[in-house]
């Protein structure tokens, strides 16, 4: 018998798999999925907004990957710490609470320099 899997599970993997597409993005490797935002977020900014904002950091801050993550205070937000070529850049993202669990927000804070 298998033990039991936290309701939360899916979301948390969902978080991730939507971490990933954002980082995929960022270091210009793909462009976000046409569906990763959520109606109200998209409302605020579109992915042609997005990949143009990214492209921008890409360009100051040069390529990046994930070194850390801080779990939020539910299953919905996590933040990650990139490190880039020129510094470190925290980035919070959070997610729908159910499938299709796209991005409701999304803020990139500022560089840390080295």
């Known amino acids: 018998e298998s033990a039991p899997v936290p309701a939360q599970m899916p979301q948390a993997s969902a978080l991730v798999q939507r971490f ?9 490797n793909g462009a976000l999925p046409p569906d990763s935002l959520a109606p109200q977020f998209a409302q605020q900014l579109s992915l042609d907004q997005i990949q143009k904002i990214l492209a ?9 990957q994930a070194v850390g993550r801080m779990q939020g205070s539910d299953a919905a937000g996590a933040s990650f710490l990139l490190h880039c070529e020129k510094g470190y850049m925290p980035v919070s ?4 609470p159910q499938a299709p669990f796209r991005i ?5 804070q500022p560089t840390f320099w080295k």
């Open 104 to 108: 409701t927000g999304l803020l990139i």
């Open 56 to 64: 921008g950091l890409r360009g100051n801050v040069g390529g990046c």
């Open 93 to 96: 993202i959070n997610i729908e």
């Open 20 to 28: 990933q597409s954002f980082l995929i993005a960022y270091n210009g």
